[in-house]
């Protein structure tokens, strides 16, 4: 079997796993912001960290300081006690998925924070940023 032949076979193979990871970028966001804050709920640390950007990870560059920084800075997904899916918003088809994400903290305290996950060059997408906003004002059903 020539070498070009394999190539063709796996780039064949290959092929749809590729374009299903890019079929939806809000729920590949979704899973990873669920996957996180999971993580953070249960103070695993190191799983946390994985699901942060490299942006991120320049600032905090191993899991306990970004730990720390989540517990200070971001409360309540740190400690939060149920949370929703919101609207979310695609920039550049993907690259980019801002994510709406409605937060009941344990204090009974509601929160809005909005994600920014970024695809990276290897497919996988990462959390790039969060901004909490605090509710508090109910909008109603």
Do not use: C, H
């Not at 996950?117 to 901004?131: A, E, F, I, T």
């Amino acid at each position: 079997m020539s070498a070009r032949f394999v190539f063709v076979i796996l780039t064949l193979l290959l092929l749809p796993v590729s374009a299903a990871k890019a079929e939806d970028p809000v729920a590949d966001a979704q899973a990873v912001i669920a996957a996180q804050i999971s993580a953070l709920v249960g103070n695993d640390a190191e799983t946390a960290y994985s699901y942060a950007s490299p942006g991120i990870r320049s600032l905090y560059p191993n899991k306990d300081q970004f730990l720390q920084m989540v517990r200070k800075s971001y409360q309540p997904v740190y400690a939060a006690s149920s949370y929703a899916f919101g609207r979310s918003t695609l920039i550049g088809g993907g690259e980019v998925v801002l994510q709406e994400v409605m937060i009941s903290a344990k204090e009974g305290k509601d929160w809005t924070a909005i994600y920014e996950v970024r695809l990276m060059d290897d497919g996988s997408y990462k959390v790039n940023g969060v901004r909490m906003i605090r509710n508090t004002v109910s909008q109603g059903i």
